[in-house]
């Protein structure tokens, strides 16, 4: 069935080095939504990219959908201790209302 | 304003009892997801309501799980003869419109404990 990637699990870094994770599905998407969960909270929307090759920002996040529109990442710059949490993508499922998730990347960021 | 809120906060039930877990959506969306979430997963998506109407149920795992909508607002998650793989957080979430692409706006979820 239709599915959908993120690598790395897990990342660790220290505080303001850069972080990426990436998104790869199994399929073609009409659009890919980013989400943050916090230690102990609940996903919470970032943003959402529909257009073939789009780049959005917000602030320090840099959110790039691929021109194939199967691959998407999410970049920060600078990280600081606020960025902590797991980091998820999802698209959905074609010809439904399915919305698929991928695992997340969770980010540990030291002081 | 108000936020989508999910009640209990935490249910610790027996293997066997039937549970029931609440939802009550942004004012004025239509759509509403359940999902649940295990420990280091994403949320799995289980069923989608349009309305009073389950547009999509196709992610309920077996048929002791089960969710009405009757007013097309507060939403209950049903499950039948619990078992100890059904421990997960349960999560809610709604949409203004709903269907791709709209921004789900998260409930804090219901942590299920089967013992």
């Known amino acids: 069935g239709q599915q959908v990637m993120q690598i790395p699990q897990y990342q660790h870094v220290q505080e303001g080095e850069d972080f990426t994770t990436y998104c790869n599905s199994s399929?073609?998407?009409?659009?890919i939504q980013w989400y943050k969960q916090r230690p102990g909270g609940h996903p919470v929307f970032l943003i959402q990219?529909?257009?073939?090759?789009e780049v959005k920002k917000q602030k320090r996040l840099t959110f790039q959908f691929g021109e194939a529109k199967k691959n998407s990442s999410l970049h920060i710059t600078a990280t600081q201790t606020t960025d902590v949490g797991t980091y998820f993508c999802?698209?959905?499922?074609?010809?439904?209302?399915?919305?698929?998730f991928g695992a997340g990347t969770r980010l540990f960021v030291k002081a | 304003g108000a936020g989508v809120s999910q009640t209990p906060s935490n249910k610790v039930t027996e293997k066997g009892k039937y549970v029931e877990l609440r939802c009550d959506p942004i004012s004025g969306h239509t759509a509403l997801y359940w999902y649940r979430q295990s420990l280091g997963q994403g949320p799995e998506f289980l069923i989608y309501f349009q309305g009073t109407g389950a547009a999509d149920d196709s992610g309920l795992p077996n048929d002791r799980f089960f969710a009405v909508r009757p007013e097309g607002s507060v939403s209950t998650l049903k499950i039948q003869r619990t078992e100890r793989g059904d421990s997960a957080v349960y999560l809610c979430?709604?949409?203004?419109?709903?269907?791709?692409?709209?921004?789900?706006?998260f409930g804090p979820g219901t942590r299920l404990t089967v013992l």
């Open positions: 999802a698209g959905p499922r074609t010809g439904g209302f399915k919305t698929i």
């Open positions: 979430a709604s949409s203004p419109m709903g269907g791709p692409p709209d921004t789900q706006y």
């Open positions: 990219l529909v257009k073939s090759g």
């Open positions: 399929t073609t998407l009409s659009n």
